[in-house]
Structure formats: structure tokens, C-alpha cells
């Protein structure tokens, strides 16, 4: 009979994280695009207040910018902008498409036009917070694997700063290696 209610106990303990309180994971924010997204109200130019890293990032330094222009065609022109090292200023342009049926969802490409039909070169914007002025954004991924904290502001207030970060962990975004790009006051 110990081996019976010993059995009983180790099923019991075992069922715990089933049945008991749910994990942490599970408290996270759904991480998906914003449902209203006005293109046109976006459009213009924003400051890159912090950002994860990434490869096409590596000589940004600071001053870095996003500018999105509308086009005839519901696509939307960008323009990526950043101080280097050495002072210089390094630009890519790319474009940006709306995800059908999603507004806060978008796919950009810095590749050439030619290599548009390749679906490798899209890459997904989201854009999974917003101020309902427009005056701050986060854009992520479904990956979690980038960020982007935007500002129409070359600086940010730090209280803001810090509910957008909390936002963003929030809906499972790994920030320990978040880079601060811009004064914070």
C-alpha cells in the first residue's frame, strides 16, 4: 500500500503545472498588428527611439530615422536613415505593401524591384502598438524577433518609454539586448 499511495502522491504532484496556475507565457499580451492602421496619417518621419539588434543595424550609431511616403499604388516608399561612426549618414530604401486584410500589418523589402516576386526578400512590419495621435509606434514581427520603438520626436519622456518597453515584453518580445538609440528625458 506505500507504493499505491506514493504512485497516487507523484500523480498528484505531477498534475500541478496542469492544472495549477497558469505560466507566466501564458499572461502575455497576444502579439499581433494593431486592427486600425491609417497609412496616411503614418506616412512622414519618424525617430527610431530604441531598437533590438539586427544585422542591416550594425553602424547605426544614432540620429536614426524612418520616413514613409504613400504611393499612387497602396504601397508605401521608406526611407531608412542613420549616423555611423564615422559621422557619415547610411540610407536604405525599400518599400513597404499592406497585408491583405490585416491594417496594422505590412511586408518591406529593400531588395531590388526586380526581385519583388521572391518572397524571401519581404520581410514582416507590424505594427503592434500605436498612439491614437500617431506620435509613437511599436513594430515588431510575428517572430518576436525585431523591434522598434518610433517616435515623431527625435527624443522620447522616459515614463512613456518605459510603459512601451513593458508593452512590448508584454507580448513576448525578449528585450535584454534592447538598444537605446535616443536621449531619453
Same mark, same amino acid.
Given at each position: 500500500?506505500? +507504493? &499505491?499511495?506514493? @504512485?497516487?502522491?507523484? &500523480? ?28 496616411? !496619417? ?17 553602424? #547605426? ?17 521608406? !526611407?531608412?536613415? #542613420? ?22 500589418? &505590412? ?36 517572430? +518576436? ?6 517616435? !515623431? ?24 539586448? @534592447? ?7
Amino acid at each position: 500500500m506505500p +507504493r &499505491l499511495s506514493h @504512485l497516487v502522491m507523484s &500523480l498528484s504532484v505531477a498534475s500541478i503545472p496542469l492544472f495549477g496556475p497558469a505560466p507566466a507565457r501564458a499572461q502575455e499580451q497576444v502579439n499581433v498588428p494593431v486592427a486600425q492602421l491609417d497609412l496616411q !496619417r503614418y506616412a512622414g518621419q519618424w525617430h527610431e527611439i530604441a531598437h533590438l539588434p539586427m544585422f542591416w543595424q550594425r553602424n #547605426c550609431v544614432g540620429d536614426i530615422t524612418a520616413t514613409y511616403t504613400p504611393n499612387a499604388d497602396g504601397t508605401v516608399g521608406v !526611407r531608412n536613415a #542613420c549616423r555611423t561612426k564615422d559621422g557619415a549618414t547610411d540610407v536604405s530604401e525599400g518599400v513597404a505593401r499592406p497585408v491583405d486584410g490585416t491594417p496594422g500589418a &505590412l511586408q518591406v523589402r529593400f531588395a531590388p524591384d526586380w526581385l519583388a516576386w521572391v518572397p524571401m526578400v519581404w520581410a514582416d512590419y507590424w505594427v503592434i502598438d500605436l498612439d491614437p495621435e500617431y506620435q509613437w509606434a511599436i513594430v515588431g514581427g510575428p517572430d +518576436r524577433e525585431n523591434l522598434w520603438i518610433l517616435s !515623431r520626436q527625435p527624443e522620447m519622456n522616459r515614463a512613456l518609454f518605459q510603459r512601451l518597453k513593458a508593452s512590448a515584453a508584454m507580448k513576448g518580445y525578449n528585450l535584454r539586448e @534592447l538598444k537605446v538609440m535616443a536621449p531619453l528625458r
